[in-house]
Structure formats: C-alpha cells, structure tokens
C-alpha cells in the first residue's frame, strides 16, 4: 500500500525536462569522476592495510590476549620476529572452508528461494517484493526482502542444533576464528573482482555504471551500482545482510557460548553486547525495506569496500567486544551496568525515531505528523542523467530540525555504549567506537556533497535551515 502510494507520488513529481540544463553538476549526482589525490591515497592506503589491520586486531587477541602494544613491542624490541607471529597463526583449515562454504550456500538459498513470508503475519513489516530509489539514471530496482526471515530461520536452527541436536559446538564460530577469516578473505577479493570484471563485460545496467579511469578506484569504489546475477539476486543487498549482518548476531553468540564453556557462566557485559548489538542486527532486518533507501544502497556502487568490507571488515571488526570478553571476561557494577544499557538503548532511539521519520516523511511525501506537527521542509528539484527532472523535499521538522544526521549521533551513542561494557583495562575493544566516529563524521562529509551535487542551491537552503551535522550547536 504504501509502496503503491510512493510510486503515485514519485510518478506525479516527475517529468521530462524540455530546459537546456544549466545544472549540469547536477546530472552527475552519484558519481564520482573525477577522483582526487587524497581520494586515491585513502583508497590506497585502505587497499593496502585494511586486511593487515583486521588481521592485526584478531592475531592479537589470538596470542596475546587482545593487548594491542604487545606484539608491536615484541616486534620493536626484536624479540620476536614477523616470521615468529605469522608461524603461529592458524593456516586455511579444510573443516573452515566446508563451515564457510556451507554457511554462504545456506544463505544464498535462504535469499533466493525462499520467498518472503515474515510480512504475511508479521503487523507492521514491510517485506515481500519492494522497490529501491531512483538511481542516477532513473531505474527503480525491485527487491525480495527476505531477511528477516533469514535471521529467524538461521537463529532457530542455531539454537535448536546447541540445546537439542548437538551436531556441531556453539562455539564452532569462534573455535575457527582465524581459519575463517581466510575464507571470508578469499570470499571478499574474489566477489570484488568479480564485481569489476562483471561491471566492464556483462553489466546488469550499463547506464548505472561508473568509470572514472582510475583502476585503483574503480576496483576499491566499484563500477556497477546494483549488481545482479539474474533478476533477483542482488550483490549489495546479499552481501551486507547474510555473510555480514546475519553473521553478526551468531557470532556474539559463539562468543557468548566459549565463555560458558571456559569459565562456566556469561558475563552480563557479554549479555550486555549481545543484547544491544542484536537489537541493531533486528532493526535493521525489520527495517531492511527502509534499508533500500539508505546511501549503501542507494548511492554506493559495489566494489572492493562493499564487497570485501561486508565479508571481513563488518563480521570481524564489528564483533571485537564479544571476542575481547571471551579473553578479558568482565563482570559490571549493577549501576555501571544499567547505565551502560540506558545509553545503549537511548541511541538505539535516536538512531532509530530519526531513521523512522524520514522514511514515514519520505514515504508520505510529508503528509504525515512528525512530534504532533504537520513537518516543514524545503522543496527541492534534481535531474537524471536522461534529463528527467524529479522533485523531492528535506525536512527540516523533528530530529531533522536538530541537526542533519542526528541518526549518526544515536548510532555513535549505541556504539560507545558495546566499548564501555568491555571496561578500559584494553583500547582493542573501542576501536569499534573510534572507526564509527571517523566512517559517520567522513559519511556526513561524502553524503552531503553528494546532495549538494545532486540539489544545488536548494542543498544550501537546507544546511542553512538546519546548520549542524550531528551535534546541535557544536558540528
Ligand atoms: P541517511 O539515512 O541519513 O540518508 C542520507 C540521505 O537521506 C541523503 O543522501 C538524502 O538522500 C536524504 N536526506 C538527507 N537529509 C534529509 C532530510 N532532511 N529529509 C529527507 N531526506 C533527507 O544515511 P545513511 O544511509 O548513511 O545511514 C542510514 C543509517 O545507517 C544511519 O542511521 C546510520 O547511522 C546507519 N549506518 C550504520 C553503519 C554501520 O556500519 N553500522 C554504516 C552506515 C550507516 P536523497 O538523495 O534521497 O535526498
């Protein structure tokens, strides 16, 4: 229903253009042609140490129980050599190429075959067949969504196979840590190439491709913008939903699982993790409609950083609290405990109230009430590379008023709160809340001179009408 109503409104606001564009710039929203020297460092450097540092973080806890100085001043200090470290990581196993194998093919077929059933008795969730934006050169993408039905299924059986069937240890995950991390590795670089090859030869849409000349950059940002193998199966969904996101919630809990096994109780700082994270793992696939919406979707085009991120970077970056507590077990005070929870779920509430109320104002086309109250914006007007002109609206009521991307600053307030439950005795567990400041802050900065490329001037009304990016008064 309200996806027929959105496709009503979006037809009614759009029409081809007869004016000679003066706008050009902004016909070239989405995409990045010209690639700038600090660009291409960053991509360098990103496709360069990434892997090391993620190996680095996870080596790390793997000998020398998670202390990130230690092997850099065993390094520094020559009592140990690189060979010495790399000798006693775990090497590429058989058993965790079968698990991961297993693992991928078990999503693929989840997300391919099996249709969508969640929204048939689920109140309130959107999922089934949905469309995606307009992309630059104005196709509307269809989308299964399935996810969430995905995340259940895996987690039922997850939980049936350690209380009942007992085919395999929960805590199988974290057993072949290092193992898997070559697999995802292996998994990573070859979809990324795949993805490149796939965008010069045989595109599922050529007009939505991006060539900027640059191998470097075309490899690490990618050239296609939704690439699909067949109808259905769409590489950015796939890829930052089952091996990253589903895996996710397992993940903590293979962690959760060691602990019991090693010290014979989980820790409430481990129940703490598991808890907030999985309520981000549930949004997001209870919202996976509204994820079609968002810039990895709508704007990003698929490369090595989505490809290689979703594999690598997201299930083993993003899962460092729990395997820091498998080492480090950390029982909170009650009132540390609480108040850590309370943060937690306050930025679970701006992330989440902030994302709600673009996606209903969006959805409604601002008939709808944000705080009681008829929501204001300001109108704007962008053009596709055909010369079709589109209309659309920024509001500048609720969250929105407050700052642009208040839902960052909710998401950042959530991810200090999974650091602070690990305690400080070890910087390697707030990593996650240093990466997050730096990903948000750089998102804001691309996001916005991607609108205003793509809105002009009515960009620069807007960021008048609501001057701050995150912290109202402050940035
Ligand atoms: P947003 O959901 O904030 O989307 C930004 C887009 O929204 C803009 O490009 C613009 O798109 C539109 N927009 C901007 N301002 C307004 C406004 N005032 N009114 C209406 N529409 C507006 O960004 P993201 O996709 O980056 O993030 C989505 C969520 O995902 C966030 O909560 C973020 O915290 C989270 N996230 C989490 C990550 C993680 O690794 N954990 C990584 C990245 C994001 P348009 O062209 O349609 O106008």
Not at 92 to 97: E, G, I, K, M, S
Not at 256 to 264: D, F, I, R, S, V
Not at 293 to 304: A, S
Request: proline share 4%.
């Amino acid at each position: 229903m309200a996806v027929h109503q959105e496709k009503k409104n979006s037809e009614e606001r759009k029409h081809k253009s007869t004016q000679n564009d003066t706008q050009t710039s902004q016909v070239q929203w989405g995409r990045a042609w010209e690639v700038d020297w600090f660009s291409l460092a960053s991509i360098l450097f990103l496709l360069m140490f990434a892997p090391l540092i993620v190996y680095y973080f996870i080596m790390s806890c793997d000998q020398y129980q998670c202390s990130l100085f230690e092997p850099l001043l065993d390094l520094l200090t020559g009592k140990k050599h690189l060979s010495d470290i790399w000798n006693k990581t775990p090497t590429l196993t058989y058993r965790a190429a079968g698990i991961y194998t297993l693992w991928v093919a078990f999503q693929v077929v989840l997300y391919v075959f099996v249709p969508d059933f969640c929204h048939k008795f689920l109140p309130g969730y959107v999922g089934g067949i949905q469309e995606g934006a307009v992309t630059p050169a104005g196709v509307v993408n269809k989308y299964e969504i399935n996810g969430l039905q995905a995340w259940i299924i895996t987690h039922v059986l997850w939980f049936a196979n350690a209380y009942y069937f007992h085919c395999f240890s929960p805590t199988i995950i974290f057993d072949n840590w290092i193992p898997l991390l070559w697999c995802a590795n292996i998994l990573g670089y070859a979809v990324s190439t795949f993805a490149m090859i796939k965008g010069y030869f045989f595109p599922t849409n050529a007009t939505d491709c991006k060539f900027t000349g640059n191998f470097f950059y075309d490899y690490m940002m990618g050239i296609e913008f939704n690439p699909r193998i067949g109808k259905w199966f769409d590489f950015k969904l796939f890829f930052n939903g089952r091996p990253g996101i589903v895996a996710w919630t397992l993940i903590n809990l293979s962690y959760a699982a060691k602990q019991q096994e090693l010290y014979g109780q989980v820790t409430n700082s481990m129940i703490l993790v598991n808890v907030l994270q999985g309520i981000y793992v549930l949004d997001f696939f209870w919202n996976e409609a509204w994820y079609l919406k968002t810039i990895d979707i709508c704007h990003d085009h698929f490369g090595w950083y989505l490809g290689w991120g979703d594999c690598v970077w997201l299930p083993y970056l993003y899962t460092l609290q729990g395997l820091y507590l498998v080492y480090h077990p950390v029982q909170l005070g009650t009132a540390n405990a609480i108040g850590i929870l309370v943060l937690g779920l306050i930025g679970y509430y701006i992330f989440r109230m902030t994302n709600h109320q673009k996606d209903l104002f969006r959805r409604t086309n601002g008939n709808c009430k944000i705080w009681g109250k008829k929501p204001e914006y300001i109108e704007c007007s962008y053009m596709s590379v055909d010369g079709t002109k589109y209309y659309s609206k920024l509001m500048t009521s609720g969250f929105w008023g407050w700052a642009r991307h208040f839902n960052y600053t909710g998401d950042l307030m959530g991810s200090l709160a999974y650091c602070l439950a690990c305690g400080f005795e070890h910087i390697l567990p707030h990593f996650y809340i240093v990466y997050m400041t730096i990903l948000l802050t750089h998102r804001c900065i691309r996001d916005e001179h991607r609108c205003f490329s793509k809105y002009g001037k009515d960009w620069k009304r807007y960021t008048a009408a609501v001057p701050y990016r995150l912290i109202p008064g402050i940035f």
